[in-house]
């Protein structure tokens, strides 16, 4: 699903935030990526969804070289991945059904599609009950788990998520993870950055 091979990444300033990097994720596979603060973890995954350009190397994604893709083939790429932020990036002044909708409504889907494939989503991570709800209203673990929906709502093949139980206490931490493997179990390939050791620990899963 992600091959890298020999990747560097300078980001203008000269710092050198990955260097030399080869590693390989099968399609289908889960695992974390950890590594202390500043490790590159953002970076490495901020690369796999061409938000940033690797430096040097090749990149491969779902079998295709995507190290010099141009830019306007990158939306294409990016519908296959869906990314989880730490601080989830919900969008304020849209309630949780507009924000999970949001990839469909640029993918140019349906409207009658859309609120199927919405609340399908919303049903998954038992947030149906909030469809109307406005992003301040919700607890942490929903603001993710919302954060998630929207990550999943297009079917991606990969999904990727930065410190996405940096803000969780353990207990949803956990459910948030386990999550993560019942999407892993129907074929989505997840890759998971966290600093959270502990947590790595109690999950059955490779490590980079
Ligand atoms: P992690 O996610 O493991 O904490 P990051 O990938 O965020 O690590 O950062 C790796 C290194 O790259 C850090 O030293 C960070 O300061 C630097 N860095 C990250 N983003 C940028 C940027 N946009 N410009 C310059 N340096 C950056």
Do not use: W
């Not at 491969?60 to 990016?78: K, Q, W």
């Not at 507009?98 to 049903?123: C, F, M, Q, T, W």
């Not at 109307?132 to 999904?159: C, D, F, H, W």
């Amino acid at each position: 699903m992600i091959q890298f091979t020999n990747v560097s990444k300078r980001y203008p300033g000269g710092h050198d935030a990955l260097s030399n990097i080869s590693f390989d994720m099968e399609k289908g596979a889960m695992a974390f990526l950890t590594g202390h603060s500043g490790a590159g973890k953002s970076t490495l995954l901020k690369l796999v969804a061409l938000i940033e350009r690797a430096t040097r190397g090749q990149l491969f994604l779902d079998g295709e070289n995507v190290t010099r893709i141009s830019t306007r083939r990158i939306p294409y790429i990016r519908r296959k991945i869906g990314f989880i932020f730490q601080d989830h990036h919900l969008l304020f002044d849209r309630t949780v059904f507009d924000n999970v909708a949001l990839p469909l409504v640029i993918a140019g889907y349906s409207h009658k599609e859309i609120g199927k494939r919405v609340r399908a989503a919303l049903d998954k991570l038992g947030l149906l009950n909030k469809e109307r709800a406005y992003p301040v209203t919700l607890s942490g673990g929903e603001a993710q788990r919302v954060g998630i929906a929207r990550a999943v709502v297009n079917k991606p093949m990969l999904l990727l998520a930065d410190e996405p139980t940096g803000n969780l206490d353990p207990d949803l931490s956990r459910d948030i993870m386990t999550l993560f493997g019942l999407f892993n179990d129907v074929g989505v390939s997840v890759l998971i950055a966290s600093h959270d050791i502990a947590l790595i620990e109690q999950m059955d899963y490779p490590v980079l």
